[in-house]
Structures are given as C-alpha cells and as structure tokens.
C-alpha cells in the first residue's frame, strides 16, 4: 500500500508540475486584419515576381503589411458574402452567412418571429471569435466596423465578447 501511495503522490506532483510548465509559456499574439474591399493584387507579397510595370510596383507598396505577414500567417482564403453585414458574421463567427446573416437589413430590425436572437446580425445562440479567445485566456480589442447586428447591446462587439471597442456600426461613415 505504501507503494501505491508514494506512485499517486509522484503522479500527482508530476501533473502539477506539467500543468506549472504550460501555463508559464507565454501565449502567442493574435493580430487579424480585415481589409474591406481589398484586391487580391493589392498586396505586394501576392504578386511577389510578376510585376514588371513600375506603376504596378508603386500601387502596391505595403511594407509594414508585408512585415507583419513574415513574421505571422496570411490567411488568404476567406471566401466573402457579396455584402458587408453577412461577410462580417460569417468572419466573426466562424459560419457560413447563409447559417448565420444572409440579408442585410438595417443592424437594428428586430424579427419577434426569431426566437433564437430576434434581430439581424450574429444569434445570440453562436459564439463569437472574441468570445473563443476570451475562453483561452486572451484580451480582446476591435477597431472598425462592426455590423453584425446592435438591435440589442448583447448584439455589439462589447456584449459578444470584445473588451474594448474603437467603434462605428456599419457603413456609410464620414471620415
């Protein structure tokens, strides 16, 4: 019995050790840049070795954009809803837009038929990006357009799981 005892203690001390282990590595920065209405040819690190003209290598200078690519991941096959709002869901929660925001109706309209979420934008039912990194420990912040739906606060950025919002709602803004 003393045997058996002495194993659990070295296991147990082993696994709170591992654990120790894990959560003193530090967590990777995740910086997701959304650029609305942005060519594929836009970037200079996508037509990297087919520009010969000098004003194409004017028109698509993005060094800082470039850097940061280098140093990170670029995800590049994001395939957008021909609108803004069901892009925009579909991007924030991982979703089709035909599952998640097909129409886009003003961010405000409210469906007293849809007892799920009742507005337009993201159900209240899915969990978000913000919310999925918030659960793995992260702090989040968005800059930008929202437009995944504000008929309720629960429906903006702060209530789906963003701590801080540098804001508009939708678009139409005067810069």
Same mark, same amino acid.
């Given at each position: 019995m003393p045997a058996a005892s002495a194993l659990a203690k070295v296991a147990l001390l082993a696994a709170v050790r591992a654990r120790e282990g894990v959560a003193a590595q530090p967590k990777p920065?995740?910086?997701?840049?959304? +650029?609305?209405?942005? &060519?594929?040819?836009?970037?200079?690190?996508?037509?990297?070795? !087919?520009? #010969?003209?000098?004003? /194409?290598? @004017?028109?698509?200078? #993005?060094?800082? +954009? !470039? +850097?940061?690519?280098? !140093?990170?991941?670029? @995800?590049d096959?994001?395939?957008?809803y021909k609108i803004c709002s069901p892009s925009r869901?579909?991007?924030?929660? &991982?979703? @089709?837009?035909?599952?998640?925001?097909?129409?886009? *109706?003003?961010? *405000?309209?409210?469906? /007293?038929?849809?007892?799920?979420? &009742? /507005?337009?934008g993201i159900p209240r039912n899915m969990t978000g990006m913000a919310q999925k990194l918030k659960?793995?420990?992260y702090k989040t912040h968005m800059v930008g357009k929202w437009d995944a739906g504000?008929? *309720?606060? !629960?429906? *903006?950025? @702060? &209530?789906?799981g963003y701590d801080s919002w540098v804001r508009y709602f939708q678009h139409a803004n005067d810069y």
């Open positions: 920065n995740v910086l997701f840049i959304l +650029a609305d209405d942005y &060519g594929w040819a836009n970037m200079g690190v996508l037509r990297r070795g !087919e520009v #010969t003209s000098m004003q /194409a290598k @004017l028109e698509m200078c #993005t060094p800082n +954009a !470039e +850097a940061l690519i280098h !140093e990170g991941i670029l @995800l096959r994001h395939y957008a869901s579909s991007l924030q929660s &991982g979703r @089709l837009a035909l599952h998640v925001n097909s129409v886009n *109706t003003g961010v *405000t309209v409210v469906n /007293a038929s849809d007892h799920v979420s &009742g /507005a337009v659960s793995a420990g504000m008929a *309720t606060p !629960e429906h *903006t950025p @702060l &209530g789906r």
